[in-house]
């Protein structure tokens, strides 16, 4: 096998498990989703600052792991696109 044989097997290595890893990271923002909302709706009407700073870091957290979804899935079509030209 060549090396750009070599190199286009490895890039479409790493876009197949940036894939999975995205497709992974979207079923677990799923469930940390459905979480959040009832974490939300148990202490949101709380007077409580430290309530309401458990909700504001996992709001934050939660818009955190959809970019990385997008960031997985943007790196993966690259990669896809990058081994198709090799």
């Not at 079923?27 to 974490?39: D, G, I, L, Y």
């Not at 939300?40 to 409580?48: K, L």
Request: net charge positive.
């Amino acid at each position: 096998m060549s090396q750009v044989q070599q190199v286009k097997h490895q890039i479409s290595s790493i876009a197949q498990d940036t894939k999975r890893a995205s497709s992974d990271l979207s079923t677990f923002k799923a469930r940390f989703s459905k979480t959040v909302s009832q974490v939300s709706a148990t202490v949101g009407g709380s007077a409580q600052n430290v309530d309401r700073q458990l909700i504001s870091s996992m709001q934050t957290a939660e818009k955190q792991v959809d970019a990385a979804i997008s960031a997985l899935q943007a790196a993966a079509a690259a990669a896809t696109r990058y081994a198709a030209s090799l």
